[in-house]
């Protein structure tokens, strides 16, 4: 998976189970995204999804899809929607929800 398909992918997620799921599905050994933490806002009902790749992305990739980084840091805003806060409501949010899923304050 190139990391255009990587942001691509994770920009068209429509909520955080969905989102969490295919962020799972690219960690792993021969995966591209070596750990993540998922940042829940529930003010602005967003998702803030915070990558570590395996390798560095092109400043001309990361603005297509709207994401910002440095290195093989990436950060993408995802707006969750209303399922999304009430799940995290459900969990005591606001919080962040890391690796493994844990949801931490």
């Not at 997620?13 to 070596?34: F, I």
């Not at 093989?72 to 999304?84: F, K, P, Q, W």
Request: charged content about 20%; aromatic content about 4%.
């Amino acid at each position: 998976m190139t990391s255009a398909q990587v942001l691509k992918t994770l920009r068209n997620m429509q909520d955080l189970p969905a989102l969490r799921k295919a962020v799972l599905a690219m960690c792993g050994p021969s995966g591209p995204v070596r750990s993540y933490t998922l940042i829940f806002n529930s003010n602005g009902r967003t998702v803030s999804c915070l990558l570590e790749m395996r390798w560095p992305l092109p400043d001309s990739e990361m603005r297509e899809f709207g994401a910002l980084g440095f290195g093989n840091r990436v950060c993408l805003e995802i707006d969750a929607g209303t399922e999304a806060s009430t799940a995290c409501e459900e969990h005591s949010a606001p919080g962040r929800m890391g690796a493994g899923g844990r949801l931490k304050k």
